[in-house]
């Protein structure tokens, strides 16, 4: 399997996590975040190849300094990626979900006395 049709895999997988969990938990599905969140896991296999290139190419035929140029676009790619992923799942499930939206309503307002 080549790193495109890995990170499509990855990207698929963790879109349809994301949704399930999402759906699940809020009851609701955010497009533009399952979006980010497909390209978010894309994008770490193709990173992967980036490093490794950075750690195994062929001097001859580029730059100097290319390999830590390389490299570090990879970690930073991974680096964004998976801090993505973290912060979308960390949010998904730690807020907490109300059946009745007037509590929604009710639960920032202090009541009032008379």
């Known amino acids: 399997m080549d ?6 895999v990855l990207g698929l997988g963790i879109g ?7 759906g699940l938990r809020h009851r609701s599905i955010d497009p ?3 979006g980010l969140s497909f390209l978010a896991g894309f994008a770490i296999p193709p990173a ?8 195994y190419g062929q001097i001859d035929s580029l730059p ?10 990879g970690v930073v790619a991974i ?3 998976c801090q993505y992923l973290i912060q979308v ?3 998904t499930f730690s807020t907490e979900v109300r059946s009745n939206p007037e509590e929604n309503k009710s639960s920032g ?6």
């Open 32 to 34: 533009f975040t399952t």
């Open 16 to 22: 349809s996590i994301y949704t399930i969990v999402r």
């Open 109 to 114: 307002k202090k009541k009032q006395k008379r």
């Open 89 to 91: 799942f960390r949010a």
């Open 79 to 81: 680096g964004i990626s």
């Open 3 to 8: 790193t495109t049709a890995l990170g499509i």
């Open 48 to 55: 992967g190849a980036l490093i490794k290139a950075g750690m």
């Open 64 to 73: 100097t300094n290319w390999r830590e140029y390389i490299s570090f676009a």
